[in-house]
C-alpha cells in the first residue's frame, strides 16, 4: 500500500489543520489506520488511530482536540486538528495498521506513507 498525507502548514497556536491521506495498493478500507507524528528530537508518536469501522482511539496529549475520520469509498483517511498548541509541531504521517482493528500502538502499523510537515507558531 502507498499513502500520502497533505494538508501540513503553518498555522497560529490556537487555529486549526485538516491533514488527508490518500492511499493506493491493497484494500486499504480492510485495514485500520493511523497518524503518527515525530518532532525534532523526539520518538515517532502514534497520535489517533481508527479501525476499518471507525472505531477511533486517541493519544493522551491530542484527545479532546483532534479528530480521526476516513472516507473507505475514496481510501482517504482524515485528521481534524482544532486548538493546535506548539508542541504539535511535527512531521505527520499516515500508516496502515496490520488488520482491521489494532491496539493502539506503533507496532502494529506496517506501512507508512511520506509525512507533511505541521508548524503552530506561539
Known amino acids: 500500500v502507498q499513502l500520502q498525507a497533505s494538508g501540513g502548514g503553518l498555522v497560529q497556536a490556537g487555529g486549526s489543520l485538516r491533514l488527508s491521506c490518500a492511499a493506493s495498493?491493497?484494500?486499504?478500507?480492510?485495514?485500520?489506520a493511523g497518524w503518527l507524528r515525530q518532532a525534532p528530537g523526539k520518538e515517532r508518536e502514534l497520535v489517533a488511530s481508527?479501525?476499518?469501522?471507525?472505531?477511533?482511539n486517541y493519544a493522551d496529549s491530542v484527545k479532546g482536540r483532534f479528530t480521526v475520520s476516513r472516507d473507505n469509498a475514496k481510501n482517504t483517511v482524515y485528521l481534524q486538528m482544532n486548538s493546535l498548541k506548539p508542541e504539535d509541531t511535527a512531521v505527520y504521517y499516515c500508516?496502515?495498521?496490520?488488520?482491521?482493528?489494532?491496539?493502539?500502538?506503533?507496532?502494529?502499523?506496517?506501512?507508512w506513507g511520506q509525512g507533511t510537515q505541521v508548524t503552530v507558531s506561539s
Open positions: 500508516a496502515s495498521g496490520v488488520s482491521s482493528w489494532v491496539p493502539f500502538g506503533l507496532q502494529f502499523y506496517d506501512h
Open positions: 495498493g491493497r484494500s486499504f478500507s480492510n485495514y485500520a
Open positions: 481508527i479501525s476499518s469501522l471507525g472505531r477511533t
